[in-house]
């Protein structure tokens, strides 16, 4: 077989670490990566099941690629990840272009499950499993810059809001052994990079139990940001019930460790919160943006936001909106609520808020959002900031790009810097999504 193997990954930054993963497991077995589809003799598509419309863009991808398979009869085409795992069967008997479909817990059978397709069959692996992690397997690096890369640390999500997939895609939870993690961190230190994120879907239930040993996620946060005070440490998602003063404190301890959360809200009504099931209320998130600023003082904060969730009125988005005003948050992800199959809301709530209704608050929402965002930056000017640089900036190569600990995009002239360094920029000016300055 032509064991060029083209990936392409959908989703979120747990699917681009997994992808990693996925190629460092096919080039034992003999595969080598290709970034030109037309070479491959395997075509794999690590896909997202969170929104219909990242279903969408697979199936339209699908399309788009199907007269590939019509030239050349050997190729196989794989769906991997959280797609596979909600639609083996729709995959399989409508979709004769595919010939591979593996869950995100099966990724090691791969090499197996792509012979099976070249004997002809079809080769089907979703199983979800209670301990798979991937530990031992050192991801191959996918990333273009070279600077900064992803860290798992957990699979899976045991948390069951009412609106989300994940936990049926990605099975339950369970935490990496911290040894592995720290035995990735510091290569990737020693291969030149100068910052990890720590994953998980919530990384502040991370919890390793050994004979001798707890490790929870601050202790574990803390271990990696030990590893050289040169490597940045960035981690998410937080959850709101569960991030502790203890895991801040660490933060606050640490100069390496960045200085901003993401911390998904969702809604800013209790009564849509409950309905969510996201174990908090409004004032519980206050209170936790409270301890954030009380113990990290500079720190940033982006969130998560959805609008239009069953029975939302439009009091209850009015309190998204004033709990995003009050917490001033510097980013955000803003969705309209869509419907997911299997979910406990699909089973249990009507879907109840007309589309355009969805439409008109996250309009509102993401107009509030870049005032936000744009008064978060103007507090910037003036101010001289650390920065790790990136490369070069998207528009010139006479500047640099990099990430303040805040992750702040700032471009400044690039003078004699190369990316990896760290400099200290003064802010001049921003735009809408960037800080620009020069050294000091
Ligand atoms: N585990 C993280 C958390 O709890 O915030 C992130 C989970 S998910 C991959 C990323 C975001 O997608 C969620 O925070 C939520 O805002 C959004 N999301 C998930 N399910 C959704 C749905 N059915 N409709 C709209 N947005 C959704
Ligand atoms: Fe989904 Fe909630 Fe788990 Fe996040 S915490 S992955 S939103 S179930």
New binding site residues.
Partial sequence: MNKKVYIETY??Q?NVADSEVVVSILSKAGFVQTENIKDAGLILINTCS??DNAEQRIWGRLNAISHLKKQKNDLKIGIIGCMAERLKEKLIETQHLVDIVVGPDAYRELPLLVSEAEAGHKAVNVLLSREETYADISPVRMDKNGVSSFVSIMRG?N?M?A????PYVRGAERSRYPESVLEEAKELFEMGYREVTLLG??VDSYNWVSNNEIVGFPELLEKVAMIDPGLRVRFS?S?PKDISDSLLTTISRYNNICKHIHL?A?SGSSRILNLMNREYTREWYMDRVNSIRTLIPGCSLST???TGFCTETEEDHKESLSLMEWAGFDFA?M??????PG?K?ARKYKDDVPETIKSERLSEMIALQNKLSIKSKKSDIGMVFDVLIEGFSKRSVEYLSGRTSQNKVVVFPADDFKKGDYIKVLIERCTAATLIGRSV
């Fill in positions: 989703g979120c747990m969170i929104r999500c948390n809001c609106y989300c997939v994940v879907q919530n998602t959850h998904p969702q998560d936001m959805i992800y969705f309209k609520y869509n419907e997911r979910t809301a």
